[in-house]
């Protein structure tokens, strides 16, 4: 690091530190309370866009007439920095996940499903606020599912010790994750020189905020889902004004064998998502709509064929799809290891037993990273062995997210500027293709059920990411890179703390069976009752055709990594392989397949020097739908009224 690069100011720090606290309370109130507007689990948060757009704004009114309390282009990023990992961790990047998981299977627990007596006994007291030996539902869960009717007496004391025991193996698995981050980073920003299009429009913005301003251009793409979400958003409280639907079915036009076979393909119009994906190179975006296609062929071929299709386990996708996209992951991260073998030979391992002294300004924190990496993985293995999960089970689980998915996820932002971070698959998906569930016993079954659930099934809001993205961004404004990882600490800790708080708060104000389902009766129960069946010992035998799906994925993937490397102009890209089968491309789809054909048509008719014409418009249009979902989480909060459906679901 050189001794030119920008260190924190204190007035950065608090106005970040308070803009954590407002991120933190809209995300949680817009996401579980108003349930229509999901405006914190993307990699690329539309509340904190829409927050950054009017803080800029404010900085430039600012600017003028009051010189020294302006903020300047780092202070400004770091304030983003701080506001984005403060949205996923009161998001799907973890709080809306912890919670619910500590008292549903307490709450759903009857004398019909047996969740009592098969859960409970391998419950350790410490892990959940109810009694595990009381085999009934508590009030403690009762409350927090039916409302309370006096705000005083909310149980916080029997909160705290799971929250803060929870607490612990998370900031585990965070600081492995900025560990990674910091040893990925050389190699991904400086020698791959990956575009980390998440970065490019808050870097952007607040660089060249007036000219921004300005350009005619983005005040058009603004105007575009200002209109259409005003309209949508008014249809809600006078049912007479019109409005436009954002999302349709296309399986309800799919009637006739083979094509109602055709699993669920929804449409969704996000203005946002086209104006982002035509940032994106057309040769990525065309793998991307085309890889996802695919999987809709190969279910109108296996139902030609007349094969039986059954589900991935937890997930949107057939299991033949969710085990090829394994695979492919295996295959993606061997070759981003073989990749980057001689950054990590020379800088990370040759770090890991040098001084101090004998390393450059830029690697004194590549032993740190190296070194926390591995005591924090090996940390977070031996809280589930003390959890009550076997130390094999562990080690296979902790490696499998952060060592395999998350690194996937991460590049799948880096490189493809995916605005949602979404696998396939769980680890307990690739222990299926070595042993029976079964085999593992109640025990770890249980604890896996908890850890699924919170850091495994839905990867929505990654924190890996959200430190990627900002250490491309210090680098961008030459702003120190100790003051930034410091900055993003106290983030951490202040949404972790705000986040329990608030969303122990809400429930029992609003009852948890009145607020946003998929957190409270989806994810918090879909990994206990996928466990049901091996638990009570009638699961079906070993799936002979999980392993061959899986070398599936394998052998396509390494082809399509060999031509990659061999043929510069080879237009598949294996990472669209990857996440073909994610909730992420049946979300996007459309928004790509639009983007690509827009960029196809400028580029071919005006070339490079009509696409930079346009860029302003389709910022407009991110900037323009994020700012919506802002304006009416507060419309909606103040009014009571619905706030108008977003289409990123």
């Given at each position: 690091m050189h001794s030119n690069h920008s260190r924190i100011t204190p007035r950065a720090l608090i106005l970040g530190i308070c803009l954590v606290v407002l991120v933190v309370g809209i995300v949680s109130y817009a996401e579980l309370v108003i349930a229509n507007v999901q405006i914190g689990f993307l990699q690329f948060p539309p509340v904190v866009i829409g927050l950054f757009f009017f803080l800029v704004i404010g900085n430039r009114l600012v600017q003028p007439w009051i010189q020294r309390l302006a903020l300047s282009q780092q202070e400004l990023m770091l304030v983003y920095c701080m506001m984005v990992i403060a949205s996923m961790i009161s998001s799907r990047g973890l709080m809306e996940k912890l919670l619910p998981v500590l008292v549903s299977v307490n709450y759903f627990a009857n004398p019909t499903n047996n969740w009592a007596e098969l859960f409970f006994p391998h419950i350790k007291p410490w892990l959940?606020?109810?009694?595990?030996?009381?085999?009934a539902p508590q009030p403690i869960s009762v409350d927090f599912y039916e409302q309370i009717d006096d705000l005083g007496s909310i149980p916080w004391q029997q909160w705290t010790t799971p929250v803060l025991i929870w607490g612990l193996l998370t900031l585990l698995i965070f600081f492995a994750y900025l560990c990674l981050a910091l040893v990925l980073r050389q190699q991904w920003i400086e020698n791959e020189k990956l575009s980390f299009p998440l970065t490019q429009l808050p870097l952007e913005f607040a660089s060249s905020g007036r000219n921004f301003f300005r350009h005619p251009y983005v005040w058009l793409g603004f105007s575009i889902p200002a209109l259409i979400f005003s309209l949508n958003g008014l249809h809600q409280i006078f049912p007479q004004i019109p409005s436009l639907s954002l999302r349709?079915?296309?399986?309800?036009?799919?009637?006739?064998?083979?094509?109602n076979a055709i699993s669920y393909t929804p449409l969704f119009l996000s203005f946002a998502a086209v104006g982002f994906f035509y940032l994106l190179p057309t040769q990525l975006l065309f793998s991307l709509w085309f890889f996802f296609w695919l999987t809709r062929l190969q279910d109108i071929i296996a139902a030609l064929l007349g094969l039986r299709v059954s589900g991935m386990p937890l997930y949107p996708t057939r299991l033949h799809i969710g085990y090829q996209v394994a695979g492919a992951y295996c295959v993606l991260v061997i070759s981003y290891l073989y990749t980057s073998w001689p950054y990590l030979k020379q800088r990370v391992l040759g770090s890991l037993f040098s001084s101090r002294q004998n390393l450059s300004d830029q690697d004194q924190l590549l032993p740190v990273a190296a070194w926390g990496f591995i005591l924090s993985l090996t940390g977070a293995a031996i809280w589930l062995v003390w959890a009550g999960m076997s130390p094999i089970v562990a080690i296979f689980e902790i490696l499998i997210v952060v060592g395999l998915v998350a690194i996937v996820m991460a590049r799948s932002t880096a490189e493809a500027g995916m605005l949602m971070t979404e696998t396939s698959f769980r680890p307990i998906d690739m222990y299926q293709l070595l042993a029976t569930k079964s085999s593992l016993g109640a025990k770890n079954l249980t604890i896996l059920s908890f850890f699924d659930a919170i850091f495994a099934r839905d990867l929505r809001g990654l924190v890996l990411t959200g430190f990627l993205d900002g250490l491309k961004i210090s680098d961008g404004v030459k702003l120190d890179r100790r003051s930034l990882l410091l900055a993003l600490t106290i983030?951490?800790?202040i949404a972790f703390c705000c986040a329990a708080l608030v969303q122990t708060y809400l429930p029992y104000k609003y009852g948890g069976n009145y607020m946003y389902s998929y957190a409270y009766k989806?994810?918090?129960?879909?990994?206990?009752?996928d466990n049901i069946s091996a638990i009570e010992g009638f699961e079906s035998g070993y799936n002979f055709a999980a392993p061959i799906f899986f070398g599936l994925g394998l052998a396509v993937t390494t082809i399509l990594v060999l031509c990659r490397m061999a043929y510069w102009w080879w237009p598949l890209q294996p990472l669209g392989y990857a996440l073909s089968g994610s909730w992420t491309l049946i979300v996007f789809w459309f928004p790509i397949l639009i983007a690509w054909i827009t960029k196809s048509v400028v580029l071919r008719l005006g070339g490079i020097q009509k696409y930079r014409q346009f860029r302003p418009f389709f910022l407009g249009l991110i900037f323009g739908e994020f700012s919506m979902a802002v304006v009416w989480t507060l419309i909606s909060y103040l009014t009571r009224a619905s706030a108008p459906f977003f289409p990123w679901p």
């Open positions: 959940v606020p109810f009694d595990p030996e009381v085999l349709y079915l296309l399986n309800r036009f799919f009637t006739e064998k083979p094509w983030a951490i800790l989806g994810n918090s129960l879909w990994a206990f009752r």
